[in-house]
């Protein structure tokens, strides 16, 4: 198993610009979540999704949109970017069952100019 | 507001020194709670989880934490660290039956030595 992977490892942007960055999972797992870490703050949850066809909003939504078409994927968009989104985005996946850990990706780290 | 906290920012010790990092909860009712650990330039990793049973857990690489519930406090310990420890520790909780995790803010620690 490859585990959760994400796209790209690193990204530039310029304000105002789109993209997507891409998460997958190879463990048939139903819930897939986004973080952003940001120093002095850990972990915040922007989306997540509880299986293909249902997402919901977490701590941190704006200027971030989600879709889950497919069990595997859960890509983020960035619709207008900002200086304020630079930050390490992290990809997490689980089972449904409370007593099963989340599994993070590797992260991706977005600097907006 | 429901919360997380982790009671230091920045923690330096020499080896063989003991490792006590804090954290507290706010939230009521059952939860899930964990410590994740982020070495240099890596992902988090899960170090260790309580879900319920024994208030003592045992994780990987020698740390443990204690679940106090009448203290809202999920502290970890190591008895002996090594230079191999230094890294950022995450406590995170799940307060519901899905996945969302609320991270504490972090600790840094570095192990001089």
């Known amino acids: 198993n490859a585990g959760v992977t994400q796209t790209p490892k690193f990204q530039v942007l310029k304000t105002g610009q789109s993209m997507t960055l891409q998460c997958a999972q190879d463990?048939?797992?139903?819930?897939m979540s986004w973080y952003r870490q940001d120093p002095g703050m850990g972990l915040r949850l922007i989306h997540y999704s509880v299986g293909a066809g249902i997402t919901d909003q977490g701590e941190v939504p704006n200027g971030y949109n989600v879709s889950r078409s497919t069990t595997e994927d859960f890509p983020l968009r960035l619709l207008s970017a900002a200086p304020s989104q630079t930050s390490v985005y992290f990809c997490?996946?689980?089972?449904?069952?409370?007593?099963?850990?989340?599994?993070f990706g590797p992260g991706t780290r977005l600097t907006v100019t | 507001a429901q919360s997380v906290s982790q009671h230091n920012h920045h923690v330096i010790l020499s080896e063989a020194a003991s490792l006590e990092l804090g954290c507290n909860y706010s939230y009521g009712g059952t939860v899930n709670l964990f410590w994740y650990v982020q070495y240099p330039g890596q992902h988090l990793q899960l170090l260790l989880k309580y879900f319920s049973g024994d208030p003592l857990v045992k994780g990987i690489k020698g740390f443990e934490a204690e679940f106090i519930k009448s203290k809202f406090s999920f502290n970890l310990r190591k008895p002996s660290v090594q230079w191999s420890d230094t890294a950022e520790y995450f406590c995170a909780v799940n307060p519901d039956s899905w996945g969302k995790l609320q991270f504490g803010a972090g600790t840094q620690v570095v192990v001089t030595p």
């Open positions: 463990m048939n797992h139903e819930y």
């Open positions: 997490a996946s689980k089972t449904t069952s409370t007593t099963y850990e989340q599994y």
